[in-house]
């Protein structure tokens, strides 16, 4: 490692990440122009470096080299043909949505892309995470049974097993698409006396879901805090040490 | 028909100047319909006094041709030449119009002439209930023909005289010649009509504007029209000025008077054509008149009035529409000045929160002082998450999934840590990959970090395999054939000749991996609960005895965890959030950043806590203080 490499490990890198953080940690004092040009600057260089490595990574692996490396008359290859012409092709297509009189050509890549990352993503939902979970909702009573992961068995593992039946059963229940809703009425009044039970205890447990979720993101928020002002603390020893040694 | 004669009835105007006993000529020889129409031509009708001529022939300039009683007017005697001269050349047939002609002065009035006037029937001719007359032979008889009505039917269907009707020919007897020169003329309607849908003169029906009807010549020619009223005819045609009028010229308007005049009210000149280009009436009392004054501009045309009214009727709410608007505009005329800057306020509980925050997440890290005591608990998933990896095989590489963008490496990268550690304590060779472009970068940040202290290096325990395209399609590619899909390394080592390698498969510790079910685990680091959700439905069917573990944020747990803890698992192993990373270390025996991260977070999660609380307290009076209103408002 070279001395400059050094210096923009040590010195230079630390201390403009530094003077970023405390850019954007002004915005505590309101909007200003140092934290609009921390965001400005991080959101290009995020963009530009994205960039590069699309190309670098995606772009230049698999459609240029092969077909420098092939050349012109490698291009009548059918392997080629199939896993770089045609995606080629679907590339330049899709290039000309930027352009409004020629955005309708690049429907068609668009559509293909889309289209199979729903499929992808549909079909790995419903093998992945609903009929799997379905089952693990539907789990025996058995005060025998003892839980693989936490080990829970007896009461332990039955309540636990009825409180998790009974959220996803009431949450489940308490969403009513399909109930007609009298003319007149708000949705809590055309509710019997039933209805507003599933709804109430529903809600607690959503509450209890939203409220677990949103403590989790503050507590990462803290632990990022805590981190971000521990480097600055360190970036001024450094500095400083750096000024003074 | 003019209002007020009544059908049979003879105008008084009429009878009277039959009452003056003037010769009448000797009746031609006619056919019975005609006898009939002239019976009914002298009935009684009170006209004009004896010696005065009627009021329309006294507005015509002609009264002086009436009134002595035993001499001729001159335009009664032409027009008794003319009808003489007329009966001999058709044999005696009386022309149209001539019944309705004054008789000669001194002629005995008929017995018939106190007799009102029966209605008409008329030979040949159908009439409905509706007193519409169809001629007979016409293609549907007994269907009414709309349009133009027949001059002189009523709607009685009474026939009245002198209307100008041509009768057409009667059912029985000889056709008078005159009347088949009028019909052959008829049968081509006079240019004048044909030019424009026309409305008759003084006529209120506002049927009237069909086409001609066959034989409806009402042309001067053809109605054989007196001499003297041709005379007024030409007379209005030529239009002379008057003697002893100023010398204007004909409908022109001094200049005077035309700067007066209401703008577009009517126009300063009228332009009268020449007699054979005018319009000859079709109905009505003008029927056969050339030159008559249209009924156009008066029914159909609407007119500017010539005067506004003097006051403006406005209701209140137009007034005070006028006077909104009024107001508006007034408004818009006013000069605005500037707002004054407003006073910015400061946010002083704002920055009061944010200081003591950053205070509580400073000072432990300045102060280096413990605050907090290590967790005493362990979590349940942790001892499994130990075990598995130190169950994992040597000879097979782990797959290190790198799934968080910058902003959340401070915490994802404290909690990974324990367990790259653990993995390089055991000499597990890794392999990094990332589905986030900067992924791989913070990757590689973190593995030779670590890797420092346990002699990893790119290509010798590590590899990066750089980024993943494609997202939830491209973690499905490769996990059924990774070699297929094109990565392209990040920060890869050279070869041992020196020359770098163009792949990171070349790599040798990735020399025995085909399929992802090759890998010793499979791990994944993510700050979405969504990315790793995606890893775990993509990768699950193809790993098969692989164990997959997820290390994941704090927020992410709640979602992530019914795959661990399901009775039938999709995730071997979890670790999230700092207190389990904490835990990790201390298992570990090594303190890492989760351990000087714990003071500073410790105090921050309290200090949130009371702010919660403070903000709370205030936030539930304000809830009970309504609920007792509104319990107050309902009783």
Known sequence: MTDMAALLDSVLGPLAAALLTLMVLSYLLGDNPLFRIAAYLFIGVASGYAGVVMIRSVLWPGLIDPVLQAGVSGLLDPELITSVLLPGILVVLLLLKLSPGSARLGSLPLALLLGVAAAVVVGGAITGTLLPQTAAAVQTLDPTAVAPRTGEAGLERLANVIIVLAGTLLTLGSFRFTQRKPAGLSGAESMGTWQRGVRTLAGLFIAVTFGVMFGGALMAAIVVLAQRLQFLWGAVLGVTGQILG | ?635
Do not use: C
Not at chain 2, 331 to 340: D, F, I, L, N
């Open chain 2, 1 to 635: 028909m003019a209002e007020g004669v009544h059908p049979g009835e003879v105008p008084d105007w009429l009878a009277a100047i039959r009452a003056e006993g003037e010769p009448v000529a000797p009746p031609p020889p006619s056919s019975d319909w005609l006898s009939q129409l002239r019976e009914a031509d002298d009935s009684s009708q009170t006209g004009p006094p004896a010696g005065e001529p009627p009021s329309w022939v006294q507005g015509a300039g002609l009264a002086d041709a009436a009134g002595e009683g035993e001499q001729v007017p001159d335009w009664l005697a032409r027009v008794r030449e003319r009808q003489a001269e007329e009966a001999e050349a058709t044999g005696g047939e009386m022309p149209l119009g001539v019944p309705n002609l004054p008789e000669p002065a001194g002629s005995q009035p008929h017995e018939s002439d106190s007799r009102p006037l029966p209605p008409l029937e008329l030979p040949g001719l159908d009439e409905t209930d509706s007193g519409v007359f169809y001629p007979p032979g016409s293609p549907k008889a007994g269907h009414p023909v709309t349009g133009v009505r027949e001059p002189g039917v009523t709607d009685s269907g009474a026939f009245h005289p002198g209307s100008g009707v041509d009768l057409g020919a009667p059912a029985a007897g000889p056709t008078p010649s005159w009347l088949g020169q009028l019909e052959a003329e008829g049968a081509q309607p006079p240019p004048s009509l044909g030019a424009m849908p026309h409305i008759p003169a003084l006529v209120k029906d506002a049927d009237l504007t069909g086409p001609q009807l066959p034989g409806d010549d009402f042309s001067a020619e053809a109605l054989s029209l007196p001499e003297w009223l041709g005379q007024l005819g030409s007379e209005a045609a030529t239009g002379e000025p008057v003697e002893g009028r100023p010398d204007l010229a004909p409908a022109t308007l001094p200049a005077w008077l035309e700067a007066m005049r209401p703008v577009d009210a009517f126009r300063s000149s009228v332009e009268i054509g020449p007699e054979e280009e005018q319009a000859v009436e079709a109905a009505g009392p003008l029927a056969g008149l050339r030159g008559v004054l249209l009924a156009e501009p008066v029914v159909a045309i609407p007119r500017m009035a010539s005067s506004g009214p003097a006051h403006l009727e406005s209701n209140e709410r137009q007034y005070a529409q006028a006077e909104l608007m009024h107001r508006l505009v007034e408004e818009e005329q006013r000069e605005v000045s500037p707002p004054a800057p407003r006073s910015r306020r400061v946010p002083i509980v704002r920055w009061l929160a944010a200081g003591i925050l950053l205070a509580a997440a400073a000072l432990p890290t300045v102060l280096g002082v413990p605050v907090f005591p290590l967790p005493p608990t362990v979590p349940l998933e942790l001892d499994p998450l130990v075990n598995l990896i130190a169950a994992a095989p040597a000879n097979r590489p782990a797959l290190v999934v790198f799934d968080f963008e910058p902003g959340h490496a401070g915490e994802m990268q404290a909690v990974a840590e324990p367990m790259l550690e653990q993995m390089m304590q055991q000499g597990l060779a890794i392999a990094a990959l990332s589905t986030l472009p900067a992924g791989a970068l913070l990757a590689d940040q973190q593995l030779t970090a670590l890797g420092a202290n346990y002699g990893y290096s790119s290509g010798q325990g590590y590899v990066n395999l750089g980024y993943l395209p494609g997202g939830s399609t491209g973690i499905q590619l490769w996990s059924q054939d990774p070699l297929a899909v094109p990565v392209s390394g990040y920060a890869l080592p050279s070869a041992p000749d020196g020359t770098p390698l163009s792949s990171p498969w070349q790599v040798p510790m990735l020399a025995g991996v085909d399929e992802a079910a090759d890998f010793g685990m499979v791990v994944v680091i993510s700050s979405s609960a969504e990315t790793a959700r995606g890893w775990v439905e993509q990768t699950g069917p193809w790993l098969g005895a692989t164990p997959l573990v997820l290390v994941m944020t704090t927020g992410a747990d709640p979602v992530l965890r019914p795959y661990y803890e399901a009775q039938n698992p999709q995730v071997d192993g979890m670790l999230s959030g700092l207190p389990t990373a904490l835990s990790y270390s201390m298992r570990l025996g090594r303190p890492g950043s989760a351990f000087g991260l714990w003071n500073a977070f410790g105090l921050t999660a309290w200090t949130a806590v009371v702010f919660m609380l403070l903000g709370w307290v205030p936030a539930f009076g304000a809830w009970v203080n309504q609920q007792r209103k509104l319990r107050g408002s309902q009783r």
